[in-house]
């Protein structure tokens, strides 16, 4: 919702200036994607990606970048539409294994690349499905739309008035899953891992650690160059859920504690059925008075 919304200026509170601007619509999951997901993937694509065991309903950790394009890929690919990634070797392909740790994506030649907001040679102009860029990931969890503001929080919180508290799970306002120990601790299940955001989606602020597509220079012309981490894990410190807040990792190298989200274009309502029906993707939506 809200297409050319105004980038994040930082007028209060904490921020990334010139983020989250948007031109265009899409939309982005409600919840991280599980591990239960992943496995599912697994069985139906030959993806071969080994998500640390935490339950099916929790979301899906130690994933690399790479292994979650490649997740998105076979999301696309299943149902008819156009991958979002270039590998030289896919699911089926002799040779293929999703843990090479030199198998690293292709760019797409500019004429087959994503325009909509900047030219980005990682995303095909025809995909359906892709990983959140920084900045459909930043509007998502920072901004709202019916006050034309950026919160430092993703529960739609700033730091100079009051934070979110810290909790195992649960869905009440104001929360969000951070600050357990390691030892005993784990992240929440997907559905139950904290407040909203303004547009509705869940644990974009604590619970894992979520990949987005763009490299930490924010120019995506660079295969091998470092992507950005985003939100904070459940084991974590609320810092790390700020908006100012900033951390990479390379596209082959994860933790147990990094996952991601699925972001989509706007579909036909024919498709809508069918979309609902994969990985549990939500819509999220201006909230908008009755």
């Known amino acids: 919702g809200d297409p050319g919304n ?13 983020a989250g601007g948007g031109e265009y619509e ?25 998500p640390f065991p935490y339950a099916l309903d929790e979301p899906a950790g130690h994933v690399t970048w790479n292994e979650a394009a490649r997740f998105v890929n076979w999301l696309n690919t299943s149902q008819g539409h156009q991958a979002a990634y270039r590998f030289a070797v896919n ?7 999703v843990s090479n740790a030199n ?26 499905y892709f990983l959140p860029s920084f900045d459909e990931y930043y509007k998502a969890a920072y901004y709202s739309g019916s006050g034309n503001i950026y919160y430092d929080f993703p529960t739609g919180q700033d730091a100079n008035q009051n934070t979110p508290k810290a909790v195992a799970f649960g869905t009440e306002m104001g929360t969000s899953v951070y600050g357990l120990e390691v030892v005993s601790g784990a992240p929440a299940p997907i559905n139950q891992a904290g407040g909203l955001s303004a547009y509705g989606t869940m644990a974009q602020g604590g619970n894992i650690n979520e990949h987005v597509e763009s490299t930490i220079f924010m120019v995506n012309n660079d295969p091998m160059a470092t992507r950005r981490l985003m939100g904070g894990e459940w084991s974590g410190v609320l810092t790390q859920q700020r908006s100012s807040f900033g951390g990479g990792v390379s596209p082959n190298v994860t933790s147990f504690n990094d996952g991601f989200r699925v972001a989509s274009v706007i579909p036909e309502p024919s498709s809508l059925s069918l979309l609902l029906a994969v990985g549990g993707l939500g819509l999220w939506r201006r909230r908008r008075s009755a």
């Open 26 to 50: 899409n939309r982005i999951g409600k919840y991280e994607i599980s591990t239960g997901m992943v496995h599912k993937a697994n069985n139906l694509g030959g993806l071969e990606v080994i």
């Open 103 to 128: 198998d690293h994506i292709q760019l797409w030649d500019s004429s087959d690349s994503w325009q909509e907001g900047g030219e980005n040679r990682f995303r095909h102009r025809d995909a359906y």
């Open 91 to 97: 699911p089926g392909d002799p040779g293929y294994s």
């Open 6 to 18: 105004p980038d994040d200026t930082g007028t209060t509170g904490l921020y990334h200036t010139g």
